[in-house]
Structure formats: C-alpha cells, structure tokens
C-alpha cells in the first residue's frame, strides 16, 4: 500500500510506517522513552529526510505519550509536580533547539549533527543501561539500587521543594535544567527525550523508580507539544501524512506496552532496551562513513 508523503515528497509502504509507529508505542509503553529514538533513525534508514523524520518523529511521540500517561496515571506512577517543572525547562530548552536546528540546517550540517548525536548519545545510554541490567541479573547491582540517591551537586543547589511523589526534597533548578536539555534534543534530533530523561531522574534526581516512567511520558507529552510547534513555524518540515501512519501504530503499542511493563521483570526490559540502542548506534555510526547511493540531493529552496 503505497502512500504519497508531501512533505519528504516521495512515496512509502504505509503499512510498514504503521508497523514502527507500533513498535514506537510499545516501547513508550514499556520504558516511559517516547520512541523517538528509534524512530527517527529508523525513518532515516526508510529513505526519509532526515529533517522531515526528526520533525515528524517528535510529532508523532506526542500521540505515544498521550495514552502511555493515561495508564500510568490511574495507577498512581506520575509525580505530576516533577513534571510540571520539567516541561517548563523543556518548553525554554525547545526554543535554543530551534535556533540550534536553524542555524545547522542554514550551514548544510544538520544531517551530521543529527546523526552524531544519535551515535554518541544512544552508544554512551546504551552501555550505562547495559551494566546496569547485567549487574541487577547477577545480583550485584541490588545493593547500590537500593543505596541510591541524587547526585551531590543536585544537593547543593537552593531553594528545595518537596516532591512527595517521587520521595524527594531538592531544589527545582535540577529539574528544571534537565527539561532544557531534553527540549534542545527533542529539537534536533526529534526524541522524545525519554532515553536521556529516564536514566537522569533515576541516577542525577534520584527519583523513585515506580513514578519514573509515568513522569517522563508527562514530560514527553508537553515538550514534543512544543517542538512540533517550533517545528511548524521555523523548518516546516513536519509531514503531517507520515506523522498520522505512525499514529495509527503507535497509540494502540502504547497501550500494549504499558501492560507488559507492569508484568515483566524490569532487568530484562531493560537489558533488551539497551541492546536496542546500542545497535541503533553502530547502524548510526555506520552511516556516518558509508557512501550515500545518491551523493547529490535536490530540493527547492
């Protein structure tokens, strides 16, 4: 079934853009990351622009999120505090993103610059998540899991607030300067921010791992809102046909995510995530040094 995208201006089978929507949804189910990350790259290997999948990509993670929240909210697992602080952080950091995102495409880098980040950030999260994994199925990581708390730095910072869902007492700054990360690289690289977010709040904020995935879906929901606004205005480089086959997939995913992930060991999740990840990575980096089959590109400007 082949389906016309305007906006990539060329032609894909809508049913295979269906099925990565669903996969998407099942992994922002699973382990509270909107999917982006995979989805990007995924759409990149496709065929698709690069610019147009990392727009597109952060439109679509909304849709993912939206149900991923609803789950994990009736169950009690969003600190909706935290997260309000963190999507103030993500809407300012979307606003340097789009700047950044402008400025590299105006170069002609944006390509690289997003394919770098892909590589160095999925490859460095992908170890750490690894270690963790194989340490907590050995039995040797159990002890420092439960030992856990937030960096020192973050202990420094003034002005605390009480965050009584996550089980903490910080100051807001800490959150907030996390969002803005997360709201730069949802710009460029059109995450939904989860795959850094998640490892941050539990090793950086050291929040409580049964609120993590349900508030980082919340803040996902909120950024990626704003990136696809920022997108529409500055690159206009969202297709809206490609982002409503991912939809279709990914909503139903997210629901089914969500209920593996309340009965599945959390070790092997996520040992399989990381493995996901860092082959995501090698194929990024890969692609870094492989000849393109088409050197030149045209495109209207």
Do not use: C
Not at 53 to 78: D, F, I, N, Y
Not at 275 to 297: C, H, K, N, S
């Amino acid at each position: 079934m082949d389906v016309y995208l305007p906006i990539a201006n060329l032609s894909v089978n809508g049913l295979w853009i269906v099925a990565l929507g669903g996969l998407t949804g099942i992994l922002s189910g699973l382990f509270g990351v909107g999917g982006g990350f995979l989805t990007t790259p995924l759409l990149i290997f496709y065929g698709i622009p690069p610019t147009v999948a990392a727009a597109s990509a952060s439109t679509q993670v909304t849709g993912a999120s939206v149900t991923g929240v609803l789950a994990h909210g009736k169950r009690g697992g969003v600190d909706y505090r935290m997260g309000l602080v963190m999507v103030a952080g993500g809407v300012i950091g979307s606003g340097f993103g789009a700047l950044l995102f402008r400025f590299f495409r105006s170069i002609g880098q944006i390509d690289v610059v997003i394919s770098a980040l892909y590589v160095i950030l999925l490859g460095s999260i992908g170890l750490l998540m690894a270690r963790e994994a194989v340490q907590a199925l050995r039995g040797t990581g159990s002890k420092q899991a439960a030992r856990r708390r937030h960096h020192p730095l973050v202990a420094s910072l003034p002005m605390r607030w009480r965050f009584y869902r996550s089980g903490l007492y910080i100051s807001p700054l800490a959150p907030l300067v996390v969002g803005i990360a997360v709201g730069i690289l949802t710009m460029l690289m059109g995450v939904g921010g989860g795959f850094i977010l998640v490892p941050a709040m539990l090793y950086i904020l050291g929040m409580s791992a049964n609120v993590v995935v349900g508030t980082s879906l919340y803040n996902i929901l909120f950024v990626t809102m704003a990136s696809t606004i920022m997108h529409s205005l500055t690159t206009k480089a969202v297709d809206i046909v490609l982002v409503f086959l991912l939809l279709v997939g990914s909503v139903t995913g997210a629901q089914l995510g969500s209920q593996i992930a309340v009965k599945a060991k959390p070790e092997i999740l996520r040992l399989i995530l990381a493995t996901i990840v860092l082959l995501v990575a090698f194929r990024m980096f890969l692609g870094l040094f492989y000849q393109p089959d088409e050197i030149y590109t045209v495109y209207p400007l």
